[in-house]
């Protein structure tokens, strides 16, 4: 998304008020600082009204060393001496007036003197008039001086008394607060160690049980061998035990397989891995056996490696149940689940095991988008359609290609014609495949304008051109099929029906408008990120206000993608991504670990993971429970220099393949990478 290949476009940042002209800015005038004797007298309405005969005509401030003109004109000594270097003549009457024509003011300047001391005696403190007082001579008797020195001692322990007292009991205060809130940490470090012996005795047995049952079954086979009649049956319960094994083994994989659409072609990239063995980024053979005690030796180091943010989410996750276990409804509804398992317990075990099983992204596919025609190759969206059969891509090339997924990952080489291909008269900004026809898919460009393409026609249906700047994000409803939602520069939001030809919402905002998005459960909520380094979800039935404002990001929201219906996502410049609970309205978690500060780099989600990329030319996923990075890939260069040129790259696009470990990855060099999640 940039005027060039090396550069994509920049985040919008929110607007600033414009800066003053330079050129037309006059010099500020010069005033010296006021002296002691100023300062007691400095403006007429201080303490006292001054008459106007002692205010200098021309700084008009109290005559300082007044002088006397020959027509009879008092001004300070300095300001008449400035004003006969440029003019001769008197600033008051215009009679002509030399450096010779000015006498002493002695008369003013005592009158003047008078009215200063008078004027600090009655602003100044009854110490500083005694302290005058005796300066000035004042006759004392022994007798009056030892009252008052017995009176300023008294006064003098006192003073130190109370402040004794006040800082004795400033330390007692924080004392007490310190106490108490070590109290805190200390109830809920035993509270967390009970957590622990609990759910560590709830593992024991269960453990216990496992190997029970493993001994139970090594057993069985040893008691019926010398019986012929009992070796069908043993056979047939082996069988039985080893489907079940296998079906629980199988129950572990990827999101429990639950979309059967993409079976064909999980199978597919998964035989062509094997092909495509010399594009691993992370090096080494995937064929080689990992016995079961280097694959538990290896998922112990990445718990070593995290052991902070898992700590961090075993704990939320079991305060948070307790607190609902708190809750009568929520009691009866979770109490102990399976294995004698807490509810918290069980959540964290599914965290830990889908975290400890991958550890870096493999490369199964490459494919090199640009062509001889364009030498700007940036792709800024990459979508799977309702299927995940195809993909599409669009970027500055001003051309949206769809290509055979399949054909991709199992097809060897790096050039791949795609199979549909539309051109667009503006460079492209964003994709979105509908969620129920497959053949619609709609264009975002830096035009503002807003496209719904048949990707079976290869032509437009709908242009939409209300948008007034770029528009940076459009998004199809999950829901309400004919809906659309599109974000623009213009700071406006609107919501589009594939049925008219007009908008049908209007959404009026203060900053750019980078991304939207709406709620997958629903088609009247839209989450809106902004360049006013906010997320705001609306209820589009009353847009005078926004639902809730999520505020945290430091710089311009840039994407925004929802986990679930209550968990939304959302990526900022300011290299950091957050996760939000838009029922609650509660910050959840924030991710760090790319970099992200000017471009924008993809942001994409599926079930328990976010990958986002990074201004390092690197992908980098997380576990939506846990801060750190789970696994990371960086992008090679076909380049001679491929370290000097590394910093001109990033990664523009992301992609998920839904329920699978598989995603599309592209960067602002043009190279689409399929990356797939292994241990």
């Known amino acids: 998304m940039g005027e060039s290949s090396m550069c994509g476009a920049l985040v919008p940042t929110a607007a600033s008020k414009s800066e003053p002209d330079a050129t037309s800015a006059q010099p500020p005038i010069p005033i010296p600082p006021p002296s002691a004797?100023?300062?007691?007298?400095?403006?007429?309405?201080?303490?006292?009204?001054?008459?106007?005969?002692?205010?200098?005509?021309?700084?008009?401030?109290?005559?300082?060393d007044a002088f006397l003109t020959s027509c009879g004109h008092s001004f300070c000594y300095t300001c008449i001496m400035t004003h006969l270097q440029?003019?001769?003549?008197?600033?008051?009457?215009?009679?002509?007036?030399?450096?010779?024509?000015?006498?002493?003011?002695?008369?003013?300047?005592?009158?003047?003197?008078?009215?200063?001391?008078?004027?600090?005696?009655?602003t100044a403190s009854p110490v500083e008039n005694l302290r005058h007082a005796i300066q000035q001579g004042c006759e004392v008797s022994p007798k009056e001086l030892e009252s008052l020195l017995s009176l300023l001692a008294e006064k003098k322990r006192k003073m130190e008394q109370e402040e004794a007292e006040r800082n004795t009991k400033i330390l007692l205060d924080f004392l007490h607060c310190l106490r108490k809130q070590k109290v805190e940490e200390l109830n809920e470090i035993q509270t967390d160690l009970q957590?622990?012996?609990?759910?560590?005795?709830?593992?024991?047995?269960?453990?216990?049980?496992?190997f029970s049952e493993k001994d139970r079954y090594l057993i069985k086979p040893r008691m019926v061998i010398d019986d012929p009649t009992t070796a069908k049956p043993c056979s047939s319960l082996i069988d039985k035990h080893s489907s079940i094994i296998y079906g629980a083994h199988a129950g572990h994989s990827w999101m429990c397989s639950s979309s059967q659409q993409n079976n064909k072609t999980g199978v597919n990239a998964q035989a062509s891995s094997q092909g495509f063995q010399s594009k691993d980024g992370c090096g080494g053979s995937d064929s080689s056996y990992v016995t079961p005690s280097g694959l538990a030796v290896a998922r112990k180091r990445r718990v070593d490696a995290q052991f902070i943010g898992l700590q961090?989410?075993?704990?939320?996750k079991r305060r948070q149940c307790t607190r609902q276990l708190h809750k009568p409804e929520e009691r009866e509804r979770n109490g102990l689940h399976q294995e004698g398992y807490n509810p918290g317990l069980e959540d964290f075990q599914s965290v830990l095991t889908n975290f400890t099983r991958y550890s870096r992204l493999r490369v199964i596919a490459e494919l090199r988008h640009g062509d001889?025609?364009?030498?700007?190759?940036?792709?800024?969206?990459?979508?799977?359609?309702?299927?995940?059969?195809?993909?599409?891509?669009?970027?500055?090339?001003?051309?949206?290609?769809?290509?055979?997924?399949?054909?991709?990952v199992?097809?060897?080489?790096?050039?791949?014609?795609?199979?549909?291909?539309?051109?667009?008269?503006?460079?492209?900004?964003y994709l979105s495949w509908n969620k129920y026809a497959k053949n619609l898919i709609a264009s975002s460009d830096y035009d503002g304008i807003v496209t719904v393409w048949d990707?079976?026609?290869?032509?437009?249906?709908?242009?939409?051109e209300e948008h007034e700047k770029r528009a940076w994000s459009v998004d199809f409803s999950y829901t309400e099929p004919s809906m659309l939602v599109s974000g623009s520069d213009d700071c406006k939001v609107k919501v589009w029906c594939t049925k008219q030809e007009a908008s049908v919402l209007n959404i009026d905002m203060k900053a750019n408008i980078c991304s939207v998005k709406y709620n997958p459960g629903s088609s009247i909520h839209v989450a809106v990120g902004s360049a006013d380094h906010q997320i705001h979800y609306y209820d589009l039935r009353n847009i005078s206000q926004p639902l809730y404002v999520f505020s945290g990001h430091k710089k311009a929201v840039s994407y925004v993608k929802f986990l679930s219906n209550n968990e939304l996502a959302s990526a900022s410049t300011d290299s950091t991504l957050r996760l939000w609970d838009v029922k609650e309205n509660l910050p959840l978690r924030t991710f760090r670990g790319h970099t992200n500060e000017k471009n924008f780099v993809g942001l994409t989600v599926n079930g328990e993971y976010i990958a986002c990329g990074s201004e390092t030319n690197e992908v980098f996923v997380y576990h939506k429970a846990v801060s750190k990075p789970a696994a990371w890939h960086r992008f090679g260069s076909d380049m001679v220099n491929a370290d000097d040129d590394m910093g001109s790259y990033f990664i523009s696009a992301v992609c998920w393949k839904s329920d699978s470990p598989t995603m599309l990855t592209a960067n602002s060099q043009g190279t689409i990478k399929v990356l797939v999640l292994a241990a």
């Open 37 to 64: 004797a100023d300062e007691a007298v400095a403006t007429p309405s201080d303490a006292f009204d001054v008459n106007k005969d002692m205010l200098c005509p021309i700084c008009m401030q109290i005559i300082k």
């Open 86 to 122: 440029n003019k001769n003549d008197c600033p008051c009457c215009g009679h002509y007036l030399t450096n010779s024509r000015i006498f002493p003011n002695f008369l003013l300047n005592k009158l003047l003197k008078k009215t200063s001391a008078s004027q600090i005696s009655k």
């Open 195 to 210: 957590y622990i012996r609990e759910d560590i005795n709830a593992v024991e047995r269960c453990r216990i049980e496992l």
């Open 312 to 316: 961090e989410c075993y704990l939320q």
């Open 372 to 408: 001889i025609f364009h030498s700007a190759n940036i792709v800024s969206s990459i979508e799977f359609d309702r299927d995940d059969e195809l993909f599409a891509t669009a970027g500055v090339s001003r051309r949206i290609k769809v290509f055979d997924f399949s054909t991709v």
């Open 410 to 429: 199992n097809e060897p080489g790096d050039v791949h014609c795609p199979i549909v291909e539309m051109s667009t008269r503006s460079k492209l900004s």
């Open 455 to 464: 990707v079976t026609t290869r032509q437009s249906l709908m242009e939409y």
